[in-house]
């Protein structure tokens, strides 16, 4: 392993939440937090068009925006409009935010379209009048990770997801009453950020009858709100199991430069064993639908392109072409 044990420590925070640190691409969790939208979007695409000036949609989103997936589709959506439906060209603009917070705008009005992982806050934005129309976008997988030294003894083979969960939970307490001498003890890093990622493994844990962050000291479930990359790099470092998903897996094992690994994604790649798979058989509970939805404030001006925008990611030959060829990589990221 490429970093010592004190190097380690740093990363290693107990149930009390991590500091907010900035990522890799100069964001920090400050922009994710409620009530505090981002003023200025993360990047505005014009489809190729240098003379396009004006900002006709607002998207929010996530992940599928730091993979690339929603600049893909924007420039694609741009194009297909100047083509096809003769307007002038316009721009996209992207606003970085999580789930929650990309409702959140919505809601406000900041943006026209809310790119989101959750199919129970969709559905009552829906109910509630936020939004007035929702479409599939495609469909993401998450990815059960941890340490190739397995203290869990995780059965890829025969064990489903839930089982995996509460071996995980009955071996971390095991562990906090009786700490291992051979072996580092089993622990769980949770990005604790009311992310999809993360509300797709505290729905996971409440399925198995646990709710570990609700104790009052779990050692053996680590807090660390980061953004994908860096909790996945950390769990790494110090063999813990840990959800994410596969973009992020991807950007880890590929963040090369001139053909070599960082030596941070080394070290932590040689300890890396991903356990499930949600293209898996029988790995449905990891599937990862993404929804796109219309907001209820969106400009008089706009609606028009916005309403084109949803009616667009369902063509085949339109959005959905876009997620069959979208890669990371060289690896196709997500499905229709």
Known sequence: MLFSAASADKFAGTHHSAPFTSSSSGSTLHDLVPNSAPTKPREVYNGGYKDARCIRLRIACGGAGEQG?????????????????????FQVAWYLGDTTDSLGMLEEG?????VTYNEAAEKQCLSSGVATRRVLGMNGHFLLVGPKSNPAALNREKDDVLTMFSKITAAGKADVASPPTSRSPVKFLSRFDKSATNIKESELFIKTGQAPWACNYSK?????????????????????????????????????????????????MELLEVFKDGRDEG?????????ALLGAKVAAKDLDIAEAFLDWLTRFDGGRKVVREFKKCGEVLYDE
């Not at 997936?69 to 060209?89: N, R, S, T």
């Not at 900041?110 to 809310?114: E, M």
């Not at 790995?283 to 929804?291: F, G, K």
């Open 283 to 291: 790995a449905q509970e990891l599937l990862l639908p993404c929804h």
């Open 110 to 114: 900041c943006v026209d379209i809310a």
């Open 69 to 89: 997936l929603i600049g893909a589709w924007a420039d694609a959506f741009i194009q297909f409009m100047v083509d096809d439906k003769h307007l002038e060209p």
């Open 220 to 268: 053996w479930y680590h807090l660390y709100p980061e953004f994908p990359e860096q909790a996945l790099r950390v769990s790494a470092l110090l063999g813990e199991y840990t959800l994410t998903d596969r973009g992020a897996l991807l950007t880890l094992v590929n963040n090369q430069k001139d053909g070599v690994l960082s030596p941070t994604n080394v070290g932590a």
